[in-house]
């Protein structure tokens, strides 16, 4: 293509997520599919929604469910977000809240904000590979993340200026992250906490699985500690994004930032810039919806997905060889293999998918350094316990051979 010579250097950063190209194999007959991170869609409260579109589609609702709408987002869901948020501990107005379309846009918008080309972005290894996409565009430098570590914030700062930057951000997922599952204990929260205000950076909080809790006890998220810790929201560093994927519907793309108002401010900007807002019909449909049944919707999507973790960890006890490890999730969607080190996941999800029919994702895609070859995430939201026992025994019969 004659126009690939005039393309912007950033561009060279951006590659194909290989969950998206799996998610083309969904519709092969007979696979059994570990690869989606995605809500189960006969969980969705479909009828809820029916309802709400019909409702807003009414003619006294229908010219303000069609028409432009404020950047900030839909008042009412701001102002629902806010009373939710209370609800964790985070207190904030209603101009600290930034609806945007999907978790996804604000990663985005944040890249945007804070990274200048070699900027350091401090991530997990392995990561989100959605984080690392929206944020490769703006052309950083990653450094490994590790709240638990005994690295000093001294040895962030002299890695970063050796390479002629600063540490922006750090950016992680609490609670049962993508894609290991795992959970920060609220020590480490602090401890980043810590980390941060050594740093001078500042703290991206990706709260999408927060909701999804099946056992254990909940942990303050980092913005409540910080808010705790400094008894202002608009003296914080940790800015907060939440999501409706999960709970709700990922095909209406809403989320939303809680940050210091000068945060959001610069954001609405972005928005403005980008699609002026998040679809209005879409913001007044989840609005209605979630004040109808939020609650219960959410506790009948931690007794069903609660259930298909129970399975999918009693089938790698079963089936698993020895020399394997996984995590144990007390919530979210994932479980995280390691393998031993000379099995290669990609190579093992090519025979996975030709001689047992089933599908991964293989680990390295997530490592924002390449590595990672003999790590797998398996995702246990869409198939029933039965399927996902049967799955994990091929997986096992595969891993056995290798």
Avoid at 330 to 340: A, K, S
Avoid at 361 to 376: H, S
């Amino acid at each position: 293509m004659l126009l690939q010579q005039l393309f912007a250097s950033r561009t060279q950063r951006m590659k194909a997520s290989e969950i998206r190209e799996l998610l083309k194999l969904l519709n092969r007959p007979g696979l059994l599919s570990f690869a989606g991170g995605i809500p189960d869609p006969a969980l969705f409260p479909a009828a809820e929604f029916s309802a709400a579109f019909q409702d807003c589609l009414t003619p006294e609702r229908q010219s303000e469910a069609l028409q432009y709408s404020l950047s900030e987002g839909y008042l009412p869901l701001r102002e629902w977000i806010r009373g939710e948020m209370a609800r964790m501990g985070v207190v904030c107005d209603v101009d600290n809240i930034l609806i945007t379309s999907g978790s996804q846009q604000a990663l985005d918008y944040l890249g945007k904000l804070f990274l200048s080309p070699n900027d350091t972005a401090l991530v997990g290894w392995p990561t989100y590979l959605g984080a690392l996409a929206a944020f490769n565009a703006y052309e950083p430098r990653y450094d490994q993340l590790n709240p638990g570590g005994n690295r000093s914030a001294l040895s962030y700062r002299q890695a970063a200026e050796a390479a002629g930057s600063q540490v922006k951000f750090a950016y992680l997922s609490p609670d049962f992250a993508n894609p290991t599952g795992q959970t920060l204990s609220q020590q480490d929260r602090d401890a980043l906490l810590d980390l941060s205000e050594d740093l001078g950076c500042a703290i991206v909080e990706d709260g999408a699985y927060q909701a999804l809790r099946y056992d254990g006890d909940q942990i303050p998220s980092i913005l409540g500690l910080e808010i705790a810790r400094r008894g202002d929201l608009e003296l914080c560093r940790t800015i907060y994004c939440g999501s409706f994927s999960k709970t709700l519907s990922p095909g209406l793309r809403l989320g939303w930032v809680v940050a210091a108002k000068p945060v959001i401010a610069q954001m609405v900007l972005m928005k403005q810039a980008a699609d002026l807002h998040s679809a209005t019909l879409n913001q007044m449909a989840v609005h209605q919806v979630a004040e109808r049944c939020f609650e219960t919707h959410v506790a009948q999507l931690r007794q069903a997905y609660g259930n298909r973790r129970d399975a999918m960890l009693a089938a790698l006890q079963s089936h698993m060889p020895q020399g394997i490890t996984w995590t144990r999730p007390e919530g979210g969607m994932f479980v995280w293999l390691t393998l031993p080190a000379h099995i290669d996941a990609a190579a093992l999800l090519v025979r996975a998918l030709d001689e047992e029919n089933i599908a991964f994702v293989p680990g390295q895609a997530f490592f924002a350094d390449g590595n990672g070859a003999n790590t797998l995430r398996l995702s246990f939201s869409v198939l029933a316990p039965e399927a996902i026992h049967s799955g994990v025994e091929r997986l096992g019969r595969l891993l056995q051979q290798a």
